[in-house]
Nanobody, 125 residues
Framework: QVQLVESGGGLVQPGGSLRLSCVAS????????IGWFRQAPGKEREGVAC????????YYVDSVKGRFAISKDKAKNTVYLQIDRLKPEDTAVFYC??????????????????WGQGTQVTVSS
């Protein structure tokens, strides 16, 4: 079955950390450019980070720079999103999916190839 599955979300206190996983099955993740998006209640989906196929160059939206880190493990066919110093405003459903790439640069524009079902991140004391 061809799919992306996110995991690693949960309830965490402000200032805590989480590592989200995006595992691909049925296809080779490194052949695609992968992005992480989040959607908070009542808000539109927002792209937060992406990682290019091949050389793995990364991009972050300004609001998460310094706190979020995207990486990939080719052997595990997995892309990760490390989130540190979590804030209540990070509360959202986080999704991974395929995005565009221009040259070696990933672009936070979704494609229709593969998307996961999301994992809930709740930051609250």
């Amino acid at each position: 079955q061809v799919q992306l599955v996110e995991s690693g979300g949960g309830l965490v206190q402000p200032g805590g950390s989480l590592r989200l996983s995006c595992v691909a099955s049925g296809f080779t993740l490194d052949y695609y450019t992968i992005g992480w998006f989040r959607q908070a209640p009542g808000k539109e989906r927002e792209g937060v980070a992406c990682i290019s196929s091949g050389d793995g160059s990364t991009y972050y939206v300004d609001s998460v720079k310094g706190r979020f880190a995207i990486s990939k493990d080719k052997a595990k066919n997995t892309v990760y999103l490390q989130i540190d110093r979590l804030k209540p405003e990070d509360t959202a459903v986080f999704y991974c999916g395929t995005v565009m790439q221009v040259g070696r640069t990933c672009v936070m524009v979704p494609t229709d190839d593969y998307w996961g079902q999301g994992t809930q991140v709740t930051v609250s004391s």
